[in-house]
């Protein structure tokens, strides 16, 4: 953080001192990523950010923009003069590209697109039609490919040629004359192998690709998996029609992420910075979860109401509710966190739910004992309680903590086999469930052992 605000102020002293060739030359020694984040700084003086970005170099402001928020890149769009905003946009990657027309507003979509050359524009125009959320919605067609007769030596000059325009050099793939993916060849191998001989020997026969209709989700969970820096995307008939990158891979994972973690905690998922999103934005993200969640938990008001006079005549018991609706809801909360976990890295599937089920009640049944143990003590010891009483307290304990771990591991999974998103089957939710199932577990063992 010390070294990006000294940047900051360097480049402000510099352009107040009209230093603007010296503000180049620290602008060269940066990274791309490093210069959107002195941008974000300067968002707000919208003239002196369009002034800084025109004296980035071409290649390197491209670059930099890339890395921008979808606000900036709009408000610098709006500055920028038509040749200025060509040259951003010859230089961007065709994903870029793609995902820069996703983002903004029509009227600016439709500046965007007149300045790209034809080519681009018609590719752009079929990437689109891919689901936003498939590996054809993220893949680049910028790729290197070959035939498997061309030479090694043949090889690597078209990667001379052509390796400028590509999103990467590190995998070449190899297609027949129908363009069907038949193997990949890494740049290594290439500088390692004869000179005469062909690409079809060298090359890696066993090629693990995706789908262009294949959940982006998926996509992400291979190179997870395998450690690729880019993999290839095939249609219905295998043939090689782009490929991603292992950045928009991570882009991805980043997504989700935040995503399950708002999903988790009852907020509908938004994808602007928290400090970029307005009051009323927050609170149409959160009042549908949090009337929902108030409507479910009516249902423990009811559940109060039925046993009225019980609690009337046993009041102690009132003093021990939220403990026994807290330790449920915590312990399935830790059931359904494992769950989705596992769920989200592929470690289970639907046909394990008996196998996780029977391990959850194990471990229930541990955690129950050991709680309910140290519950009882307490209880006798410290709150000198009827033995009977806290009998009933005790076994409450252990029935919920079992009910809440079974139902905080179930759900998750059969809400993924339904189509839905495992996390929304997250802490609040069953949190709900379990404080109305602790509830009426706790009144039934009252009313057995004390008799109300």
Not at 132 to 139: N, R, T, V
Not at 380 to 403: E, G, K, Q
Request: charged share 25%; proline share 4%; aromatic share 8%.
């Amino acid at each position: 953080m010390p070294e990006k605000m000294t940047f900051e102020k360097m480049i402000a002293n510099l352009y107040e001192e009209r230093k603007y060739a010296s503000i180049r030359d620290v602008f060269k020694t940066m990274n791309p990523a490093d210069i959107a984040s002195i941008f974000q700084g300067l968002e707000e003086e919208e003239t002196k950010s369009a002034a800084l970005f025109r004296l980035l170099p071409k290649e390197l402001a491209a670059e930099s923009f890339v890395e921008m928020s979808p606000e900036l890149q709009e408000n610098l769009i709006i500055k920028l003069s038509d040749n200025e905003l060509k040259q951003i946009v010859d230089e961007l990657y065709l994903d870029d590209a793609v995902d820069l027309v996703e983002e903004m507003p029509a009227n600016v979509v439709k500046r965007i697109l007149k300045q790209a050359d034809p080519e681009t524009r018609a590719m752009i125009n079929e990437m689109l039609k891919y689901p936003e959320d498939s590996a054809g919605g993220i893949m680049t067609t910028e790729f290197v490919y070959f035939h498997p007769d061309y030479t090694v030596a043949d090889a690597i000059k078209k990667i001379r040629r052509t390796g400028v325009d590509s999103e990467t050099i590190n995998n070449c793939y190899v297609t027949d004359s129908n363009g069907k993916l038949v193997g990949t060849v890494t740049i290594r191998r290439l500088l390692l192998s004869d000179e005469d001989q062909t690409v079809g020997e060298v090359m890696e026969e066993n090629v693990i690709s995706v789908n262009t209709l294949e959940d982006k989700e998926k996509v992400a969970e291979a190179f997870r998996k395998y450690g690729f820096l880019a993999m290839p995307v095939v249609d219905g008939e295998n043939r090689l029609v782009g490929i991603v990158t292992v950045d928009d891979a991570i882009d991805v994972i980043n997504d989700e992420a935040t995503e399950d973690i708002e999903i988790m905690a009852a907020i509908t998922p938004s994808t602007k910075p928290y400090l970029k999103t307005s009051v009323f934005s927050i609170w149409k993200s959160r009042i549908p979860w949090l009337l929902l969640l108030m409507v479910s938990a009516t249902f423990t008001g009811m559940i109060l109401t039925h046993f009225e006079d019980a609690l009337a005549s046993q009041l102690v018991l009132v003093a021990y509710i939220p403990m026994l609706m807290d330790t449920g809801g915590n312990t399935g909360s830790q059931a359904s966190t494992t769950i989705i976990r596992g769920l989200s890295l592929g470690e289970i599937e639907f046909k394990d739910i008996f196998r996780v089920v029977w391990k959850e009640i194990r471990v229930a049944f541990f955690c129950g004992l050991t709680l309910a143990a140290a519950n009882f003590l307490k209880l006798l010891l410290f709150d000198r309680l009827d033995i009977t009483v806290a009998l009933v307290i005790s076994l409450t304990l252990i029935l919920t903590v079992l009910c809440a771990k079974t139902i905080g591991s179930i759900l998750p999974i059969l809400s993924k086999k339904m189509g839905f998103d495992p996390a929304v089957m997250a802490s609040p939710f069953i949190t709900t469930c379990v404080d109305a199932m602790s509830l009426m577990i706790y009144f039934r063992i009252a009313s057995l052992l004390l008799h109300i």
